[in-house]
């Protein structure tokens, strides 16, 4: 299978003909080229980086433009807009007789060519690296008789500059994606130091680097049968030439049609491929898995399993609970793909965090930012569920990558671990504040933080069923106090984003709203307020984007209508408006957190039953003192005999 | 002056008396280091590093442990928290006697030579190429005689393998910041390869790298003194050895106080230095600038000069306003330092961004990440105020960065260009969404969004004397339509951060907020609204941290007590509650953009007047239908006819 490696991409003979092919081919390129409307330096690009593109094309890359979904197909990622025409240029002449005009300006979703959509630069870098790997996974399960393709990048020389790009490239070269190639041009606005220091750079991070004359033929083809070869990842720098001219072709070799040798090369290889699917043994998986669905018997599978891998460690955190999930679904679906934040012998910062999957994750180190953009190269890929691990605190750093994500609605699926107050007990952190707040603005992503095993278990469901792209769980390393089973007025569930955990008969007065490791706190100050005759529900609000997506009524039975609406969260308050309303009480912390063990910092930002208690007490005093006009106000205790059934006056 | 460079530092005959005494310290070190609790391996890390760090402390650093904050100390940063002992061993050895015990666990904020604040990893290192760069600023404005140290990192391997930390190496070497080096060890959890590819794209970074024994004082100190001559930036990369023993020391030689060498060099510098000062002609600038403080005539200054040169750019976008406000700083405060996110000769994908100020901001090309890191550093270092420019879009990648400028509370200034459905014009963009609110949840950070030209400046002030850290100015390059002068009900003004553009008499029916270049649109709606009959106040809102601290009465008068409330801005709507009210309506877009040029986005995102006007009164007939329970509305012609004194029905 290995020997169908070189034979699929490479054509034996060069010969003249085929050079007066690439030749032709690149002509005519030129000329859609010239007709595309672009700023002047990136013209130059364009033009610079014709006849490597068209050389791939003519004869090298795999992909057959009657079927430009073929799962085999290799990727040619284009990260950039400015480099799109020339894309567009490629799949214009070789496309198919009778097919549909492109529209000149070709973006992300219009062609299933358009592998990525254009992002921040590097961001296309670290994409395909995760194609690459993607690729890599599928190869050792389905053989090279099905998974058989390349990941080519045309970059620009400012996506090799960027940190990002640089921690993709790193990954590559660890994780050995010698089927990745990059080609790139120097801009003529960068300085040609800069560009040699890039391609230094990606020497010293384990990279093949070749440089090319950009007009030599010869020289691009030999460049790129070397990669063909190549034990690493590739990088093949064209550099331009001031005054290089193409040999002239005869007037009669004019573009008449759709460009065969591509089209006959990829149609040719793909029915091969075709024949090959057939008579697979794993012909069926491999359909469902490139379909993005999970066998029919998954879910109760999945549930089974879950528990049984939890009666094993019954700690009970949210954190051991997901990770538990994340194991049994890898077992049940081969599908996924993890990729974790940890060094590959686990680094001293993160000694605690419980990878028991560490034969099955792949080790990305401190390259988070590298890992995420992989992780959409893995997502559009297809045929993989990739899952990220890493510590919510590193969240930010991934922020770029993750908007990709939600941009392109990829199923990615992110164990955020170390969440809320925890972090400190290690001494000398920061809290994670408005990390909650920022994510949760982000449309399309899902931001689940569960408060009990079960919850998380919940959640993980509801992440996957999330139908419009990434879904993060953030988790928290410390086990809950242990819950009552059900209590009195439970409704709803976790899956839902929002339920009730517990709610007293008649007229609510106070609605204590909480997430993760603070419902077990709301909890407890519900007990209290309860003591003091109030009707208090605690509800648990895991994921504001699920709940919110509940119909109103389900919404209005879970936060009630009448009565004080509190928020507790161990976060910054921004946002929380949108279920408190104008009258309500967030406890919370809207500044940085303190180097302290948790406890003390749930003390210091007053994130305790006791504190919340008070001011809820004190919030229903100062309401009745004004309601009563009477200046002295009843003390906490006697707080029952006020007459509850007017309500709170909105203060 | 300029001779003084290396006297200051090396001590010329290294003899064996003092080689001695470096071992004596060592020794004293080593046994703090026991005592400290930290985990196995970052133990053998501080063990690693503290031969080196001893050395450097004490032949080589410039500080006085009486006067930590002396302005022109050494800076040595130390960006982990796993590291931090170390420091805090030397502190504390070095500590003049008397001097108050150090807490064990040393933390940002308890000690001056705790330069930055613990972070992710690579953080510091971004930083301390920012506090070479100040200190590059510095010496070329007051001479080698007043700016003459040099920044010390104590870095993990960890920082070098990130994104940010080799953006920030890129920028330290293409700055010429040969004062800056960076002492460090592999971790005992990493694979050597991965040390050997980080040394090797430091190298390829333009960087000088030299390895070094650990337990090797000779070597150790032969490095060091390289450092001091050397014409790049240099990284030491000590090599822990696995049985080396440091030679046996005389009982006797015991630590009995104050470490002497350290402290009587520092000390002897220090008081020269302060000589120099005292007969330095530019000494009341420098001691002005490094208190922070401006020239009292700064303010009015700025505004004359502003106007003069808005005078000869009469565009009136909110981007050339504030590009006009930074200029004219930048000749009125010789401190201020810009980095700017552009290549030395433009890009083609910026060449619309207007830097008339090139000559004087430093450009950092697509490294926003470890430009952002570095204007953490400028700031931490004392005597410049940092100004970085970049496109909104890239605020994302900079966003750890951000964070920790937000939780040191430094003065860095943003100035965000091309912010708005303004991208798309260029084609193939996606617009910014959630990042407005991301960044209105981080604590201590101030979010402009000036609608035009004079509120523009009004915030650049309101930017500069926020008091709790850094501000971000978020800028349209599109001029808005003209605006008559001051309209009737005009109140307060853009430095309260949200003020009354206009407002009819009597009681109010429609109070439309909106930020930027949204404030246009919701001026025009306002007009049609009032043409119907409505009261209708419009409230430009360019500041939310700033409006949330004036007085409630103000607040108050600015949104009104009743009537129905509608946000616009495009962008998510995600914490606008905190201002519509649960009833409120919000106009702008939960979704990414797509590309097309800037208006037909704002129609295809209903952000335009005449989508406002049809939902505010398709609300008004909706309430009105609801309490006159009538099945058919009034037209909105008829609107007038209504009842509007017993205002809106909260549905």
Sequence with gaps: MAGTSSTDHTIPHASHTQDALVLRMDKAARALLASATTEEDTRTELQTMCLPMTALWCRILRFDPAMPTWPDRDRCVVPSSAMLPLLAAM??????????????????????????????????????????????????????????????????????????????????????????????????????????????????SGWSVRKVRAHDLGGIMAALQATLRARKPTLVACMPECCATLPDLPAEEELTGPWSPTARRGGSIRRSWLRRLAQHRA?????????????????????????????????????QAAFAGLRSLAILRQDVAILAATSS???????????????????????????????????RHG??????????????????????????????????????????DNGGGWQPVEQLASLRAMPHLAVFRPACADETFACWQAALNWPQGPALLILCPHPPPPRAARRTGHYGGPSHGG?????????????????????????????????QGLNVAVVSIPCWEVFAQQPAAYRTAVLGQEGLRVGIEAASSFGWERWLGADGIFVGMDDFGISAPANAVYERFGITAGAICEKVLARFLASGAQKDSSPTAPPPSRLEALDMSLTITRS
Excluded at 351 to 379: D, R, Y
Excluded at 408 to 414: A, C, F, P
Aim: hydrophobic share 40%; aromatic share 4%.
């Design 91 to 204: 799949l214009r002449l070789t496309a198919p007789a009778g097919a549909q005009e492109l529209s000149p300006t070709l973006e992300y979703g219009q062609h299933p060519a358009v592998e990525i959509a254009t992002g921040p630069a590097g961001q296309g870098m670290a994409a395909a690296a995760g194609m690459a790997l993607a690729e890599q996974h599928l190869a050792k399960r389905y053989g090279r008789s099905l998974v058989n393709h390349r990941t080519w990048v045309l970059a620009r020389d400012s996506d090799l500059a960027t940190g990002v790009a640089l921690e993709a490239a790193q990954l590559a070269s660890r994780f050995g994606l010698n089927r990745m190639a990059v080609l790139v041009c120097p801009s003529p606005l960068t300085d040609p130091a800069d560009f040699s220091d890039s391609l230094a750079r990606f020497g010293a």
């Design 499 to 531: 339920y009730l955990i517990s709610c007293g008969a008649g007229e609510r007065h106070v609605t204590l709203m909480a997430s993760g490791p603070e419902v077990a706190i709301a909890t407890q100050a519900g007990q209290h307020l309860a003591e």
């Design 283 to 319: 012909r069926a998986d491999f359909e469902r898995e490139q379909s993005g669905k999970a066998r029919q018997t998954m879910r109760e599978d999945w549930g089974r399993l879950w528990r049984q891998t939890m009666r094993a460690a019954p700690d009970g955190s949210s954190q």
């Design 345 to 379: 012998t686990r680094s001293s910062r993160r000694a605690n965090l419980p990878i028991p999957f560490s034969n099955t994750a792949q080790p990305c180190g401190i390259q988070e930012h590298g890992m995420a953009g992989m992780l959409n190269g893995m997502a």
């Design 383 to 424: 045929g993989i569920l990739p899952c990220g691990v890493a510590g919510m605190m590193t969240i930010d750093r991934m922020r770029s990558a993750l908007r990709m994500t939600a941009l392109m609605r990829s199923k990615v699926l992110y164990l955020l671990t170390d969440d809320g107050l925890a972090l400190s």
